[in-house]
Each structure stands twice: as structure tokens, then as C-alpha cells.
């Protein structure tokens, strides 16, 4: 196993940009899920995605989507990017209809 | 009032001490309860997985769940400073399909040598 990698692991952009972050999901999990974590926060649940179709939306504005690939891999993207959106960003990745999710390190957003 | 309420902490402790950390729900549907522990710059690790309720050890872990009140609990027996991370407490009401997992705020616990 080979677990959940993200990638940057930091990024720094101006409000109003837009943002691609990436996840590459543990070998053989077929569903993953984005998280947004505020300094002092607990995660909160962005979208979840099974095969490459969105499952499940939190309270987070279209302007946050997504895109699960052939490969399991996914990208969160964010446009019009505003300060409130600074934040970790988390992946989670899980096996549909089994227990356990596999969360990665993150990407540490920081908006200015 | 958010549907998952837990004390931030900080709680600090000195070494070999029992630990207890705890959250709240208003949400009678949830089913499933999970405790996670986030060290610094990491994503949040699986701890302990509780469905319904009752009591799961796992070692020096011992999750609690009284759905009557709707409070779950984590305690954490000789704790050592490699303890010292956030936990966080997570619920959901369909475990792993549809995703959703709502987290408590976490708490920050130090555990002094």
C-alpha cells in the first residue's frame, strides 16, 4: 500500500485565482473524499466522488469542484479564490462498501 | 448550535496519566463514531471505529458511545508523550458511502514527560 499523496503541499495564491490540488488515492480504493480544515478547525466535508462521478456534497459553493480519474487519482479545484478559503486542504480515500478511510498529509492553502 | 460540539482543549497532562476526551452530538441519526489523531502537518490518522452503541479497547484506547446521551468518549490509559497530537472525534450516519463524515472541533492534548 502505498497511502494518500497530495500534492503541493503548500501553495500561496491571490485572491481571485483559481487553484488545482491533487491527490493520488491509496492502491485499490475506489471512492475519495475532499475536506476542508481551518486553523483550530475540524475537517469539513467538501464533496466525495465514486467512479469519477460526484456521491455526496457538503455546504461548500459550486465555485469548488472536482474530478475523480480512471486511475482513482482527483483533483480539487477552486476558482475566484477568496481569503476564507486558506485552509488545509485534506484528501481521504476509501474502498466503496468497506470500512476505513485513508486520509493524506494535505495541502496547505494560503490565500493573500 | 453545530451538530458535533467538543472541548478545544488545550488539555495538558503529565506522562502515564489516564486521558479523557469527549464529544457531543445533536444529531440522533448518526451510527457510526470514529476517533482520529492529527499530529502536526499531518491528515488525521484512524484511531478507533465504534458503531452504535458500547465500548471497543484497543490497547491503551478504550472508545465509549451512549447514544441515549449522545455523547462519545475516548480515554487513553498511561498516556505517553508521543500521545501529545489533536483528536479529533468524527460521526456519520451511513458508514463509507456517501462520505460525509462531520468532525468535532478536536482537541489539542500535550502529554508532559
Known amino acids: 500500500e502505498t497511502g494518500v499523496t497530495q500534492s503541493p503541499t503548500h501553495l500561496i495564491k491571490t485572491r481571485g485565482q483559481q487553484v488545482t490540488l491533487r491527490c493520488s488515492s491509496q492502491s485499490g480504493h475506489n471512492t475519495v473524499s475532499w475536506y476542508q480544515q481551518a486553523l483550530g478547525q475540524g475537517p469539513q466535508f467538501i464533496f466525495q466522488?465514486?467512479?469519477?462521478?460526484?456521491?455526496g456534497r457538503g455546504n461548500f459553493p459550486p465555485r469548488f469542484s472536482g474530478l475523480q480519474f480512471p486511475n482513482y487519482s482527483s483533483e480539487l479545484n477552486v476558482n475566484a479564490l477568496e481569503l476564507d478559503d486558506s485552509a488545509l486542504y485534506l484528501c481521504a480515500s476509501s474502498l466503496q462498501g468497506r470500512s476505513g478511510y485513508t486520509f493524506g498529509s494535505g495541502t496547505r492553502l494560503t490565500v493573500v | 448550535q453545530k451538530e458535533v460540539e467538543q472541548d478545544p482543549g488545550p488539555l495538558s497532562v503529565p506522562e502515564g496519566a489516564i486521558v479523557s476526551l469527549n464529544c457531543t452530538y445533536s444529531?440522533?441519526?448518526?451510527?457510526?463514531f470514529m476517533w482520529y489523531r492529527q499530529y502536526s502537518r499531518k491528515g488525521p490518522e484512524l484511531l478507533m471505529y465504534?458503531?452504535?452503541?458500547g465500548n471497543k479497547e484497543d490497547g491503551r484506547f478504550t472508545a465509549q458511545v451512549d447514544k441515549s446521551s449522545k455523547y462519545i468518549s475516548l480515554f487513553i490509559r498511561d498516556s505517553q508523550p508521543s500521545d501529545s497530537a489533536t483528536y479529533l472525534c468524527a460521526m456519520s450516519m451511513i458508514y463509507n458511502q456517501g462520505g460525509k463524515l462531520i468532525f468535532g472541533q478536536g482537541t489539542e492534548l500535550s502529554v508532559k514527560p
Open positions: 466522488y465514486y467512479r469519477e462521478e460526484e456521491n
Open positions: 465504534t458503531y452504535s452503541s
Open positions: 444529531n440522533s441519526a448518526f451510527q457510526y
